[in-house]
């Protein structure tokens, strides 16, 4: 059994009872790293965040220091944190906002005071009321106690925080969409380029969005320094991360690990292995976005950003998503597709059309009504979403939601073919019955 | 209409409205937080109350439409006093979430996207609610109970018809109907849901237990 | 060449300027890249995903919108290599698997850019087998535009012109992913002066207008580009008709003037010339049977042989002419000449007692181009609700504002179009607008701010009468006031159809053509040229209508006129007509004022007639026809000519062109503008230069305004729907005038006990009238507010001076 890491989960797996007060987050050491990060100012902050090698735990895994730097000079600069977790599979941030919510206020600090912001956003999914009053009542907490409001920890910098709940929208997970979200719109993504965040965000004005899981790493980074912080992880994937693993597994949960041990491990030694000793079908490396891997190809990769996307998918924000043997995969990518539908914001034509055609041939197929040239249908309305079906994908879309609807086609006409025919030569699932 | 100045909102509303108003550096941002207070003043979302947001903000109702109607939790035809929200995304599904909807479906005498006859009870099908680790799941008022069953799920829509809770509580629910969860929660929630809507202080949608 | 770029579009080696997007680039050098969404007067959003190409990048090929992607140097780009084209095909195909597929029955069929799109660029075939979206269809979201969804491709240039171009954003986006469609708000319908705009712009046929609805088939279609005459801005337009019968209207996108917009009283408004109430045969009056249809030589022979009697008798001075903003130039010019030549009178105007001076309208000194606006700084509006009354002109100062950064200072009575982008706002009692002035120039009290915006050039002023309760001197003083600015230009504003152009042909007391001043330096050679003017000094419409009333003119001409209606004091309009012994009437309809006219003659209308107008720049454009006059119509000059002929003189008219060259020869303004250059090089227009040898200057004169009188101050002013004679006879716009109402402020209404009244007695000088109480609380206190000439109103009059009591 590979042993889990506790950083950003140590403090709720060691003081279960009160691990979310104020009294037990500073009675174990917390706000001394927002202290400091007061002495440091901008510039040492972007550089120890750079060193650290932290890369964004929102899915795209891009650098938090180098996005950081990109900060347009002018001002006021907004800090937003997303909690919009909505992506099927993930429910990491859900933890960390019930369970540890002081450490995401004291890692927002961090970050305000990186980016010389005086205001910051939390944009919390709708569907998470409890995280949010969790988080509502920490931010009360602080700034009874002088860490957040005018002249924090009695300097002369003042930080607003302001807890902000969706409505019910996955898009606006996206950073763009979450910005006009919060300015009172519809969540539709903004075209990039112009409104890169960094320098026209929220209200127009340079703005970080940053996720819950980075946010929270940040005291860790300050109190252990980069070197240590990057010893955690494993080469360019440093730090801790949080698998969320759910499914046909034993034990499903998050769990906090490091990178680079196999999905062997992952599944059958951390999760528990596959629930009534069942076989393993596929599973989903990283969110209902990424193309699926198989056992026969990929269970005994290691888990790196690189090997990921080398094998064709992506670690994203770390939902893994297990299938035993009694899966039917059409039915699975209908609900994955589904999902992308129901989610698309509908503003551009590849993406409101496409997905929920998708969507309707493969209820058609489940259902037992597929033709033959369906499954060459599904890949050719795939490839006017996501070009030539290429991973990364190519998009004809705004953003990358329409692409993510097209995974789940690539991945059952690549490993399961025989099965899609099978739906429709057999006038529907060859599985129905062998199902719970 | 009504004139600008004049609004059909409670004191008590009114006055949080200028709290939320005051939380955002430009008004427009408080469209959203209005619309949950435009939705717990009537019910749910109305005309009326769209109108009144759009006072708020100083956008005409049909921008506050367009807003409102793109986000599933604003709901603008009347819900029962519980809306029961079963997740049947990929991880659910995986785990019996079909059945658990069809289940609640049978029990409330109403396919998803109704309101049974007294007002009660209204049953939809959502997406993924972040509840994968302890799958399949659903929703009261948007408090969550994890790993339910289509038995348990059957007992809970009882529950609310008999106990007819004032508010709906995360933790109660779980104990009753629940089993498995994402992961572990050592104390329990106080705070409940009151309405068909999220539960949360700074909109007065909440009991109010500390 | 450091402000071009050099980029391959598809082999092509091309220099491009820098920052240009580039789907334009690509169409200046012949390379048209398919688009739905994107519009070049709005900012691009990329959604349609129709103008999707390839970019070659140092990572491989890149997929990118050319609507949003400004070209940069060494750029190349691919538009119709394999990858687009699939691409292409592949939006085309999403859009039409829930398209209904009815062009058959579509307005826009054979004009639709999705039909042609999918000829262009379309597969072949559609491989969905799915059941399409369906909404119920179409539906009505306003008085002028229906809606189908099921048509609609979501490109968003509709909600995006309702919020980015003409600020009422009534249409929206609603719903998401798949179900997304447009919907207005409930009870709410899209109500907006501009929404005709959204019919003209939609890429198929999901926005339609009642006027034209199931009218016409596109290739049925004559059309013929011409100049909108409905307000003073001078709105490029494409004419269309069918049959011999104007059914539509649309935009043309030129710089100078409306940049493709119009609003919904311009593009609508053409129903009246076909209306079956239009004059088709001359009429004249009988004591007992009111009127009767004769033929032109009767009516003409009636008429001169009465103006003969009275200009042997009392000579020109007894005999005035009221209207001709209607008319073109040419007929401007020829009725000027008529009436000072053939009728020997001064007594001219074409300006209904509208209050500005003359001289000011069409001579100011420093006057602004429309364009002005693009590049200034600052922009000061004290005049008339722009949206109200020079809509496409409020477009340019919103876009100003709005999108190029103009500071925007607006000063009116009460709230208008502009106010939510304007950067300050005044209001003020009518009557104390001198007190106000005086704090704008000190830049104290509560004007300093708005001064300060104002500090930095250029500036525009657009400068007019906020409502008839305002001293007319006030604009002159606001305008003499924008002049100490920096870098200042003024456009002075009047609404009234082609009246530049009628005060540049010399229809006014004072004014001669080409703005030659009576009994200035120019006149000579006028006189010279017409071989005598008259001599006495003419009166305004006031004075005109004051002498008729004392008994003191004898023949009265009514132009396209209807003072019973049409100036602010209805009352005193009544008592002249009633008392003048002979009037003519040279009209489209039987007006109010022409019922009583003893012999009215029927003229040729808009899309009629051949012509040029001018705009409030001093822009001369060409009107043109398209259809020919109902029955026995003529032109207006040619009507003077024959009874200029009747009464021995020969006024010379051949045609309206040969009018158009005597104009460049006598009127020094106008000199080397032609029909020619007009219809061909100059379609945009040639602005009549300011100044000159000849021509006045006038400089506006700092003069104080009168402060008026009591408590409450009458705010009388127009708004876009009345009940004119083109609103009234254009059935799309006749029920669309807001009513007869009297609007308070809710603590006035209190003060004067009318807090829940439904309706209050309003009384001035000049009228009275019970109304319906609107209660509005921008309203500047003590300001009664009461729109001009709606429905079943009776002459209130100018006020300024009203008591307003319980009814």
Not at chain 1, 367 to 372: D, Q, V
Not at chain 1, 379 to 392: D, K, Q, R, Y
Not at chain 3, 521 to 549: N, Q, V
Request: net charge negative; aromatic share 6%.
């Amino acid at each position: 059994m590979t042993d889990q890491l506790r950083v950003i989960t140590r403090r709720m797996v060691e003081h279960p009872a009160d691990s979310h007060t104020l009294a037990r987050y500073e009675a174990t050491g917390g706000y001394r790293q927002a202290r400091r990060a007061l002495d440091m100012g901008r510039d040492e902050l972007v550089e120890l965040v750079k060193e650290s090698g932290l890369l964004g735990r929102g899915g795209a895994a891009f650098p938090a220091g180098l996005k950081w730097s990109f900060l347009a000079p002018a001002r006021p600069a907004y800090l937003v944190v997303n909690a919009d977790e909505s992506e099927p599979g993930t429910f990491k941030d859900r933890q960390l906002l019930e369970r540890d919510p002081h450490q995401l206020v004291e890692g927002m600090i961090i970050a305000a005071v990186a980016n010389e912001v005086h205001h910051a956003f939390v944009y919390v999914r709708g569907e998470y009321p409890k995280p949010a009053r969790r988080l509502q009542r920490a931010v009360d907490e602080a700034y009874t106690a002088g860490y957040l409001g005018e002249g924090i920890f009695g300097s002369d910098y003042d930080l607003e925080v302001t807890v902000h709940l969706g409505a019910g929208a996955y898009i606006c997970g996206e950073e763009t969409a979450l910005i006009n979200s919060l300015e009172g719109r519809r969540g539709e993504p903004r075209l990039k380029p112009p409104y890169f965040p960094a320098a026209k965000g929220l209200y127009m004005m340079p703005t970080i969005v940053n996720n819950v899981e980075t946010v929270s790493n940040l005291p860790h980074i300050l109190e252990m320094g980069p070197e240590a912080y990057k010893a955690l992880g494993h080469e360019a994937d440093t730090g801790s991360f949080l698998f969320s693993v759910s499914g046909h597994v034993n034990r499903p949960g998050n769990y906090e690990l490091p990178h680079g041990l196999t999905w062997r491990e992952l599944i059958y030694d951390v999760a528990g292995g596959i629930r009534d000793g069942n076989e393993l079908k596929t599973w989903i490396p990283g969110g209902a976005s990424a193309p699926w891997f198989v056992p026969s190809d990929h269970l005994d990769l290691p888990i790196t950003k690189d090997a990921t996307a080398k094998a064709g998918s992506m670690l994203g924000s770390g939902a893994v998503v297990v299938m035993d043997d009694t899966t039917c995969v059409v039915r699975a990518a209908e609900r994955i597709v589904r999902f992308f539908a129901h989610e698309s914001c509908g503003q551009c034509t590849p993406c409101r059309e496409g997905t929920t055609w998708l969507e309707m041939i493969l209820r058609r197929i489940e259902s037992g009504a597929g033709r033959e040239v369906d499954v060459d249908l599904l890949l050719e309305v795939g490839g006017n979403i996501s070009v030539g079906l290429a991973w990364p994908p190519r998009m004809t879309t705004i953003c990358p939601l329409g692409p993510s609807a097209v995974s789940p086609i690539i991945s059952i006409t690549k490993y399961f073919k025989d099965e899609v025919l099978a739906h429709i030569h057999g006038n529907g699932c060859p599985l129905r019955g062998a199902q719970r | 209409m009504l004139p600008r100045t004049m609004s059909r909102w409670s004191p008590e509303t009114r006055e949080r409205a200028r709290r939320i108003l005051a939380r955002y550096p430009e008004k427009r941002s408080a469209v959203m937080p209005l619309l949950y207070l435009a939705a717990a003043e009537d019910g749910h979302l109305t005309p009326e109350g769209m109108e009144e947001v759009a006072r708020w903000v100083g956008l005409t109702p049909a921008q506050v439409q367009s807003v409102a109607s793109f986000y599933t939790m604003y709901k603008r035809e009347r819900t029962g006093r519980y809306l029961v929200s079963c997740c049947t995304s990929i991880s659910c599904m995986l785990l019996g979430a079909d059945e658990v909807l069809a289940a609640v479906e049978d029990e409330a005498g109403v396919p998803a996207g109704e309101t049974d006859d007294e007002g009660v009870i209204t049953v939809e099908h959502v997406e993924c609610i972040g509840a994968c680790g302890g799958a399949p799941a659903l929703q009261v008022n948007y408090e969550l109970v994890e790993g339910v069953t289509p038995d348990t799920a059957r007992e809970l829509i009882r529950w609310l018809r008999s106990a007819s809770p004032e508010a709906v509580h995360t933790d109660e629910m779980q104990e009753l109907f629940g089993t498995r969860r994402s992961f572990d929660w050592a104390v329990p929630e106080r705070v409940g849901a009151v309405g068909p809507f999220p539960a949360f202080e700074p909109y007065g949608t909440t009991d109010g237990n500390p | 060449m450091s402000d071009h770029v050099t980029v391959t579009i598809d082999g092509r080696k091309l220099e491009v300027p820098a920052g240009e997007l580039l789907i334009e680039a690509a169409q200046e050098h012949g390379t048209y890249i398919p688009r739905f969404c994107w519009h070049p007067r709005m900012k691009p959003v990329g959604m349609c995903r129709m103008c999707l190409v390839e970019l070659e990048t140092p990572r491989g090929p890149a997929i990118v919108t050319a609507c949003t992607t400004p070209v940069s140097d060494g750029m190349v780009v691919h538009t119709r290599n394999e990858t687009v084209q699939r691409m292409q095909e592949g939006v085309l195909e999403f859009l039409l698997i829930n398209h209904p597929l009815d062009c058959p029955v579509c307005d826009r069929g054979g004009e639709c850019p999705l039909q042609d799109h999918v000829m262009a660029y379309g597969p072949g075939e559609s491989r969905f087998v799915e059941e399409k979206r369906h909404f119920e269809k179409p539906i009505p979201i306003s008085e002028l535009v229906l809606l189908d969804r099921e048509r609609c491709i979501l490109c968003a240039r509709c909600t995006r012109f309702s919020e980015e171009i003409s600020g009422d954003p009534l249409i929206e986006f609603t719903d998401r992913g798949n179900g997304v469609h447009i919907a207005t708000f409930p009870d709410l319908p899209f109500s907006s002066y501009f929404s005709g705009n959204t019919v003209q712009i939609c890429p198929v046929g999901a926005l339609t207008a009642t006027a034209y609805r199931f009218r016409a088939r596109p290739w049925d279609l004559e059309a013929v580009e011409s100049t909108c005459m409905h307000c003073t801005a001078g709105d490029r337009i494409n004419l269309q008709a069918s049959h011999n019968e104007v059914v539509r209207i649309l935009g043309v996108d030129v710089e100078p003037t409306n940049q493709g917009w119009l609003s919904d009283r311009c593009r609508f408004g053409f129903q009246y010339v076909g209306s079956p109430d239009r004059l088709t045969v001359p009429l004249i009056r009988d004591a007992e049977q009111g009127h009767t249809e004769v033929t032109w030589s009767e009516a003409l022979d009636l008429a001169a042989t009465r103006i003969g009697e009275v200009l042997a008798g009392s000579g020109g001075q007894s005999v005035a002419v009221l209207g001709g903003a209607r008319l073109t130039n040419e007929d401007a010019y020829a009725l000027s000449k008529f009436a000072r030549v053939v009728l020997g009178t001064n007594h001219v105007d074409a300006q209904m007692d509208d209050g500005l001076d003359p001289q000011f309208l069409a001579a100011t000194v420093d006057r602004a181009l429309i364009s002005d606006l693009d590049s200034a700084k600052a922009i000061l509006v004290w005049g008339p609700d722009l949206k109200e009354e020079h809509p496409t002109l409020y477009l340019r100062v919103r876009r100003a504002a709005q999108e190029l950064g103009a500071a925007l200072v607006v000063v009116h009575p009460r709230r208008t179009g502009l106010d939510d982008r304007a950067t300050h706002k005044l209001t003020y009692r009518p009557g104390e607008g001198a007190d106000l002035l005086t704090e704008l120039v000190a830049g104290s009290g509560r004007a300093s701010q708005a001064r300060q915006a104002l500090a930095e050039g250029p500036v525009v002023g657009l400068v007019g009468r906020t409502g008839y309760g305002e001293d007319p001197r006030l604009a002159e003083a606001v305008a003499a006031f924008v002049r100490t600015l920096p870098d200042a230009r003024i456009l002075p504003l009047a609404r009234r159809a082609n009246i530049y152009g009628a005060l540049d042909m010399g229809l006014a007391p004072t004014l001669l053509p080409g703005r030659v001043s009576v009994g200035g330096e120019g006149a000579r050679s006028i006189a010279e040229a017409w071989g005598g003017l008259a001599e006495h000094p003419g009166l305004d419409t006031r004075g005109i209508l004051e002498a008729a009333a004392a008994g003191d003119i004898e023949v009265l001409f009514l132009v396209g006129a209807d003072p019973l209606r049409d100036v602010p004091d209805g009352a005193l309009a009544r008592r002249a007509l009633e008392r003048v012994p002979f009037v003519v009437a040279i009209d489209q309809f039987l007006t109010d004022s022409s019922r009583l006219a003893d012999v009215v003659f029927c003229a040729d209308g808009f899309a009629e007639k051949e012509g040029t107008v001018t705009n409030l720049e001093g822009r001369v454009q060409k009107v043109n026809r398209i259809v020919p006059g109902p029955g026995q119509t003529r032109p207006d000059w040619s009507i003077l000519d024959d009874l200029a002929r009747r009464l021995g003189v020969e006024l010379g008219f051949g045609s309206a062109e040969a009018i158009s060259k005597e104009i460049a020869d006598v009127a020094p303004a106008y000199r080397g503008v032609t029909w020619d250059r007009l219809d061909w090089e100059e379609r945009d227009g040639i602005v009549v230069p300011d100044g000159g040898e000849a021509p006045l200057r006038f400089v506006p004169a700092d003069t104080p305004g009168t402060r008026a009188g009591g408590d409450l101050v009458l705010h009388l002013a127009r708004v876009m729907y009345d009940d004119g004679v083109t609103v009234r006879h254009s059935p799309s716009l006749a029920g669309l005038a807001p009513g007869a109402a009297v609007h308070l402020h809710p603590d006035d209404a209190a003060r004067l006990g009318l807090a829940s009244a439904e309706t209050a007695r309003v009384v001035t000088e000049q009228g009275e009238a019970t109304l319906p109480i609107r209660l509005d609380d921008t309203l500047h206190r003590g300001v009664v507010y009461v729109p001009f000439n709606q429905p079943g109103m009776p002459p209130l009059g100018p006020g300024p001076a009203v008591t307003v009591t319980p009814a």
